[in-house]
């Protein structure tokens, strides 16, 4: 299960807006229909170690929000498997809880469905995107996303008090910056079969990736 490493991949950023700053005005934001709701989707290979972490970190971040929903799909999956011993260990000292989880592979309609698409290897990416094209423009690494959202001003996220609003801008606002920021190491290893250590290795970039997205979509 271990995802070969892939350099960054680079996408030609969202066309400027009014202001030509490269960034659309957030007020400038289409508002969601009432019952529209925004759907994170992680991805890594068994969906048993990085993608479950991600997921139930995220959960536990965003707490009980119906309008974000999030899910994790494997590119290799055997259905209905529990998170890895070592895997469900690190996230529970991370804060997150891994009862009930019960991984699935990845489907054309799972990413079609999905507002972003984060994964754990620039390859994974790859094959979240080839089973829906469209998602091209919505699919990161997790460390890729968690990098360009560094270079996010807090403001064009934080001032919108709608959850999914704040999401939608979020993702506006680092479609803007993709290509213009650099990512020194956009994949996470994978620690299937691998030490404790690899595993508390991969938790931690997976939390550390994910603090300042979920930061301002919580804060």
């Known amino acids: 299960m271990q995802g070969s490493p892939d350099s ?3 996408v030609d ?3 400027p807006g009014p202001d030509g700053s490269g960034r659309r005005d957030p007020e400038a934001l289409p508002a969601p229909a009432e019952d529209a709701g925004f759907r994170i989707l992680y991805v890594c290979t068994g969906n ?3 993608s479950p972490l991600a997921e ?3 959960r536990a971040a965003l707490g009980p929000c119906p309008a974000l929903q999030v899910v994790s799909a494997g590119t290799h ?3 209905g498997r529990q998170m890895a011993e070592r895997a ?4 529970v000292r991370l804060g997150g809880d891994p009862s009930g989880f019960a991984a699935q592979p990845l489907t054309s309609e799972l990413v079609a469905a999905a507002d972003l698409v984060l994964t754990a290897t620039a390859e994974h990416r790859a094959g979240s995107v ?3 094209l469209p998602a091209a423009a919505r699919a990161f690494t997790i460390a890729e996303f968690g990098a360009l959202t560094r270079a996010v001003p807090a403001a ?3 001032c919108h008090e709608d959850p999914v609003r704040r999401a939608r801008a979020l993702l506006t606002e680092v479609r803007a910056l993709r290509g213009l920021v650099h990512v020194d190491q956009p994949d996470i290893p994978d620690p299937y079969g691998g030490s404790r250590l690899a595993y508390r290795a991969a938790g931690r970039r997976i939390a550390t990736s994910l603090a300042v997205p979920l930061r301002l979509l919580t804060r």
């Open 56 to 58: 139930r970190l995220t």
């Open 77 to 79: 999956a055997e259905p």
């Open 130 to 132: 080839a089973k829906h």
């Open 48 to 50: 048993i170690c990085r």
């Open 8 to 10: 960054a991949e680079t």
């Open 88 to 91: 469900q260990r690190v996230l």
């Open 13 to 15: 950023p969202a066309p």
């Open 156 to 158: 064009a996220v934080t």
